[in-house]
C-alpha cells in the first residue's frame, strides 16, 4: 500500500504578519513525516511526501500527483494554530478522492476524539511510526482496527478511540528519515558563517522532563528522555553529508542539553570523525556551562537558541520555567566569548504578568549587549497544557476569552485577557516591548543582518497597519489574518465560495472507486 503524507501550508496561521520572517527562518524540513516515510518503506509499504509549505501548490495539482503516485491513503499533520486549515484541505480531498484520510500530530494526539471530525477517517496519536504501520496493513487485509493502539477510528456512527501505544523505548531501530522524498533546495538559512545554505533536521532524543505549563512537547512525546545512542546519530548525518552534500544540521531536540552525558558524548563522536559538519539547536541556559560550550564549538556547535520567557522571578516560577534570569546574561556572554550565535525568545501574557513585569523583561533584553534581536510572542494557552488550565479556571490572572483554534497564532493571537488586559491591549503592548528590546543601534543592525532590511520593513508595515485597526475597528479586525489564510486557500482551489462548513465531505466508504472521481 502507498500512503502519500502531506505538510499543509503553516506559516500563515502560525505567525500571521511576522510569515515573511518565518519563511526565511523556520520552515524546517518536515523530520516526523520523514520518519513515518521512512518506517513504512522499511516494512513493506511505500510513501511519498509533499511539504507544501516549502512549495505551495494548487490545490489541483495537489490532486493530480495524489492520483500520479498511486496512494491508497492520505496523511495529514496538524498542530492547533493550524488545525482549520488541515480540515480545509481534508473536506477538499472528500470531495474530490474517495481515499481514506488519517491525521497525526499535537492537536489530535491531546484532544482525541473531540476534534476528530467528519474530514478524518483514522487518527494516529502520539508517535506514529507503529500505528501508522499497523494502519496499512489493516486497510491491505482485515481491517480490524480495534486492535492498533493509539488509532482512533469510526465503526459505523461510533468514534472508536483504542488504548494508548507505549512510546518507543529502542529509538536506534527506526530507520533514517528518508529524505529522498523531498528536495532539499527548498530548505536554505542563513547559518552564521557559512551564508545561505541547504539545511537537514535530526534529533538526538524523543521527550521532555521538564514542566513549562505552556508546552505541548510532554503531552505528545511523554516526559521522559528517551535517546538514540550517539553512533547512531552521528552515523545518520555523516550519510546526509555524504548523499546530500548537506552539512549543517538542526537539531531538533526540546532541550539539546537536558542529558549532559548524551550532548558530550555526541560531541566527542563527531570530533572523532573530523567532518565539516555543523550543528545547532535549543536549550535552557541553566543547562550550559563553559566547558560545555567549549566541547560543543568543537564539535560544530554554530548557534544556540535559548528561552528567556520573562525576567520576572514570580512569572517564571509560575510558570514553572526554574531558570533564573541571570544564567540568560551569563549564557549569552559565554557564547559571545566562544564566537558562538546566540537567540532568545521571549513570551508576554503568563501566568502572572502585568504590563509592569511585560515592559521590565522588554528592558531585561535590552540590557544584554550580546542579545541582538529576540521575537516576542504572546503566550498561547495550547489545549492540554496546564497554562490552557489556568487561563479556563480564572488563576494568576488569566482569563480565556476564546476556543477558536484558528485564533491561537504562535505570535498574535491573543486569545486570554491578562492582569485585565484585553487582548488588543496586549497586541499594542507587544509593539510596544518590542521596540524597547531593540531601541539600541547594535540590536537594530542586529535585526537587520539576521532577517534583511526588506523583510522587516514589510514586518514593520503590517504592525502598523494593524495597529491602526486595533485602535479603531477593536480587537477582532486585527485578526484579519485568517480572512487572508481563506482567500489563499481560495486562490489554491482548497475552498470554494459554495463550501458550507464541510458539508460536503464524508467518510471513506471503502469503495474501490477509481482515485479522482468524486465519493459523492
Known amino acids: 500500500m502507498k500512503i502519500i503524507l502531506i505538510q499543509t501550508p503553516w506559516s500563515e496561521s502560525s505567525y500571521r504578519e511576522f510569515k515573511n520572517i518565518s519563511k526565511k527562518h523556520a520552515s524546517y524540513p518536515p523530520l516526523s513525516l520523514m520518519y513515518l516515510a521512512a518506517f513504512v518503506e522499511k516494512n513493506g509499504h511505500s510513501a511519498d511526501i509533499l511539504d507544501l509549505e516549502a512549495t505551495p501548490l494548487p490545490f489541483d495539482e495537489v490532486c493530480r500527483k495524489i492520483i500520479h503516485s498511486g496512494a491508497g491513503l492520505i496523511g495529514l499533520t496538524t498542530s492547533t494554530p493550524i488545525f482549520h486549515i488541515v480540515r480545509e484541505y481534508a473536506n477538499a480531498f472528500k470531495r474530490r478522492l474517495n481515499l481514506p484520510i488519517v491525521v497525526g500530530g499535537s492537536h489530535i494526539t491531546v484532544l482525541k476524539e473531540k476534534t476528530f471530525t467528519k474530514e478524518f477517517d483514522f487518527a494516529v496519536t502520539n508517535e506514529g511510526e507503529y500505528t501508522l504501520l499497523e494502519l496499512m496493513n489493516e486497510l491491505e487485509k482485515n481491517k480490524n482496527y480495534g486492535k492498533i493502539n493509539g488509532l482512533i477510528y469510526r465503526q459505523g456512527d461510533q468514534i472508536r478511540l483504542n488504548p494508548p501505544r507505549p512510546f518507543i523505548e ?227 490572572g488569566l482569563k480565556l476569552i476564546e476556543r477558536d483554534y484558528a485564533k491561537y497564532s504562535r505570535y498574535t493571537g491573543g486569545v486570554m485577557e491578562v492582569d485585565g488586559m484585553k487582548p488588543a491591549e496586549l497586541i499594542r503592548l507587544q509593539r510596544k516591548a518590542i521596540i524597547i528590546m531593540h531601541s539600541t543601534p547594535s540590536k537594530i543592525l542586529g535585526l537587520i543582518q539576521h532577517y534583511g532590511f526588506f523583510n522587516l520593513l514589510s514586518m514593520a508595515l503590517k504592525m502598523a497597519k494593524n495597529e491602526l485597526i486595533v485602535i479603531f475597528g477593536g480587537y477582532e479586525p486585527a485578526l484579519r489574518g485568517i480572512e487572508t489564510e481563506n482567500t489563499t486557500l481560495k486562490n489554491l482551489g482548497v475552498i470554494s465560495d459554495n463550501d458550507n462548513n464541510h458539508s460536503k465531505s464524508a467518510p471513506y466508504t471503502g469503495n474501490k472507486n477509481t482515485p479522482g472521481k468524486s465519493a459523492n
Open 170 to 396: 529502542d529509538l536506534d531501530s527506526l530507520p533514517f528519515p528518508d529524505r529522498h522524498k523531498l528536495d532539499t533546495r527548498n530548505y536554505v538559512f542563513e547559518v552564521p558563517g557559512k551564508g545561505r545554505i541547504p539545511v537537514a533536521t535530526t534529533e538526538l532524543a524523543r521527550g521532555c522532563p521538564f514542566n513549562c505549563v505552556f508546552c505541548s512537547e510532554p503531552l505528545n512525546m511523554g516526559r521522559r528522555l528517551r535517546a538514540r545512542s550517539t553512533e547512531n546519530a552521528v552515523r545518520e548525518m555523516l550519510e546526509v553529508r555524504k548523499e546530500f552534500d548537506i552539512s549543517h544540521f538542526f537539531l531538533l531536540d526540546s532541550t539539546l542539553t537536558a542529558n549532559r552525558e548524551l550532548i558530550e558524548d555526541f560531541c566527542r563522536k563527531l570530533i572523532e570523525k573530523k567532518t565539516d559538519i555543523t550543528f545547532e539547536g535549543s536549550t535552557r541556559a541553566n543547562l550550559i556551562d563553559e566547558p560545555l560550550l567549549g566541547l560543543m564549538k568543537q564539535a560544530g556547535l554554530l548557534r544556540l537558541i535559548f528561552g528567556l520567557e520573562s525576567s520576572n522571578k514570580k512569572v517564571l516560577s509560575l510558570m514553572k520555567k526554574q531558570v533564573d534570569p541571570d544564567s540568560i546574561r551569563e549564557a549569552f556572554r559565554l557564547c559571545k566569548k566562544l564566537k558562538i550565535s546566540a537567540l532568545c525568545g521571549v513570551m508576554m501574557g503568563n501566568p502572572g504578568d502585568t504590563r509592569e513585569t511585560i515592559l521590565e523583561t522588554a528592558r531585561f533584553v535590552r540590557s544584554i549587549p550580546e542579545i541582538r534581536y529576540a521575537p516576542m510572542a504572546i503566550a498561547t494557552p495550547y489545549p492540554g497544557t496546564e497554562l490552557f488550565y489556568m487561563a479556563e479556571n480564572g488563576l494568576h
